[in-house]
C-alpha cells in the first residue's frame, strides 16, 4: 500500500477456503497473508468506484461474522 498512515488492528473470521486463497495469493506475490489482505481489500475498494461510509462496512462486516457463526453451530449440530 502506498499510504503507510496509522494502522487498525482487525481480527477477521474466514471461511478454510477463503483462507487457503489468501494464503495462495500470499505466497504468489511474496507478501505475508496480512498484506495480501490488504492489498485485495483495496483493490475491492477501488474497483468499487466509491467509498462506503465505515459504518456500513462494519454493519455488513457483523452481518457476516454472524451467518458464519450461525453455519459454524449448524455444522457443530450436525455432527453431534
Known amino acids: 500500500m502506498t499510504d503507510k498512515g496509522p494502522m ?8 478454510p477456503e477463503l483462507k ?3 494464503e495462495a495469493f500470499a ?3 511474496g507478501v505475508s497473508a496480512n498484506e495480501a489482505i490488504r492489498l485485495l481489500t483495496r483493490r ?4 468499487s ?5 465505515v459504518s456500513a462496512l462494519v454493519e ?8 458464519l457463526e450461525q453455519r ?9
Not at 44 to 47: H, Q, S, T
Open 72 to 80: 459454524l453451530t449448524r455444522l457443530e449440530n450436525s455432527n453431534q
Open 49 to 53: 468506484g466509491h467509498l462506503p461510509p
Open 44 to 47: 475491492g475498494l477501488d474497483a
Open 20 to 22: 487457503t486463497e489468501i
Open 27 to 29: 505466497a504468489a506475490h
Open 60 to 67: 455488513e462486516l457483523g452481518q457476516r461474522v454472524r451467518e
Open 8 to 15: 487498525a488492528r482487525m481480527q477477521l473470521l474466514l471461511p
